[in-house]
């Protein structure tokens, strides 16, 4: 199985900072790797597909990159509404596999 | 408008079966891969099955191979979980999702799979 690593596990942040989210996959995936954003009680939210392809609907503050086995997603300016933990997936082979999730906080 | 709501959940003890149902609506059902994801309670996300727009290709997590039978209705626009030989570690909030692909993509798109609809889950337990 190919097995996907973030990094940090967590963060604290203020509103308007910059933040930056890294996903490792264990081996090679090109760039089939999604993004998703969870709130507390929620269902996840597709945020970024296909490594660098921007979600309808989601704001321009995020975006993704990379290729292989390292990636990133960043938030421009964190917004409040933007608190939540954030996984990374790989859909490159099954069986699909998430990382273990990133909790962006409140500093 | 696009939604997904899974339904069957509830209190099983181990060993027990249980079959989740995950009504569509808003979209072209029959033209779409659909999937099944889990939450542990305080944990992240796994990924369980997925099946494809006919039922013709299924693949499924080991964690559940051999006990888990994912199936569709196109005719219903409904997806299923068929979950037997439950355990503890099969507690979670289970969700379904809806599989797409990048509008771009030609040819050979699996590998670009990803969830872009999910419902708000229903909750199994098992325990005795």
């Known amino acids: 199985d190919i097995q996907m690593t973030q990094s940090p596990s967590s963060l604290s942040a203020s509103v308007g900072d910059r933040v930056t989210i890294t996903c490792r996959s264990s081996q090679s995936i090109s760039t089939s790797l999604n993004w998703y954003q969870q709130k507390p009680g929620k269902a996840p939210n597709l945020l970024i597909y296909?490594?660098?392809s921007l979600q309808s609907g989601v704001p321009s503050r995020f975006s993704g990159s990379g290729s292989g086995t390292d990636f990133t997603l960043t938030i421009s300016s964190l917004q409040p509404e933007d608190f939540a933990t954030y996984y990374c997936?790989?859909?490159?082979?099954?069986?699909?596999?998430f990382g273990q999730g990133t909790k962006v906080e409140i500093k | 408008q696009v939604q997904l709501v899974e339904s069957g959940g509830g209190l099983v003890k181990p060993g027990g079966s249980l079959r989740l149902s995950c009504a569509a609506s808003?979209?072209?059902?029959?033209?779409?891969?659909m999937s099944w994801i889990r939450q542990a309670p305080g944990e992240g996300l796994e990924w369980v099955s997925y099946?494809?727009?006919?039922?013709?290709?299924?693949y499924y997590a080991d964690s559940v191979k051999g006990r888990f039978t994912i199936s569709r209705d196109n005719a219903e626009n409904s997806l299923y979980l068929q979950m037997n030989s439950l355990r503890a570690e099969d507690t979670a909030v289970y969700y379904c999702a809806r599989v797409e692909v990048p509008s771009y993509c030609g040819g050979d798109c699996s590998y670009f799979y990803y969830m872009d609809v999910w419902g708000k889950g229903t909750t199994v337990t098992v325990s005795s």
């Open positions: 808003g979209f072209t059902f029959s033209g779409y891969y």
């Open positions: 997936q790989q859909s490159y082979t099954t069986p699909w596999t």
């Open positions: 099946i494809s727009s006919s039922g013709s290709a299924i």
């Open positions: 296909a490594a660098s």
